[in-house]
């Protein structure tokens, strides 16, 4: 599997972006959303599991993943941006159906994009 991500861009706070994550030779059943700020670790933001999706607490009510089937690719959209979120955000994917808690583990994905920055000014 080979994963494109792309969507990302410079904009204001409170603004918003729509991230893709379009698969390539071979088809998966889980992807995470992940992202690394300047100077941090890289984190889990948001993802789906082959059944449910689950996003980490910071992004709660503001970040949103959907899926399109029949183009293979799944989509960030992030709303209500602060500056806090400028980061490279990453998208991953496992061929295979994995547990929920499972998502905000990096192991667990064998496929991984790379990486699109998301700018966010004050």
């Known amino acids: 599997v080979q994963l494109q991500a792309s969507g990302g861009g410079w904009v204001q706070a409170g603004g918003s972006l729509r991230l893709s994550c379009a698969a390539s030779?071979?088809?998966?059943?889980?992807l995470g959303w992940f992202r690394q700020a300047p100077g941090n670790e890289r984190e889990y933001v948001g993802g789906?599991?082959?059944?449910?999706?689950y996003y980490a607490d910071s992004v709660k009510g503001r970040f949103f993943v959907s899926r399109d089937n029949t183009k293979n690719t799944v989509y960030l959209q992030l709303n209500n941006l602060k500056p806090e979120d400028t980061a490279v955000y990453y998208c991953?994917?496992?061929?295979?159906?994995?547990?929920?808690?499972?998502?905000?583990?990096?192991?667990?994905?064998?496929?991984w994009g790379q990486g699109t920055l998301v700018t966010v000014s004050s």
């Open positions: 030779q071979g088809i998966f059943n889980a």
């Open positions: 991953a994917a496992n061929r295979n159906r994995i547990a929920l808690s499972a998502l905000f583990s990096e192991n667990m994905y064998g496929y």
């Open positions: 789906w599991n082959g059944r449910q999706i």
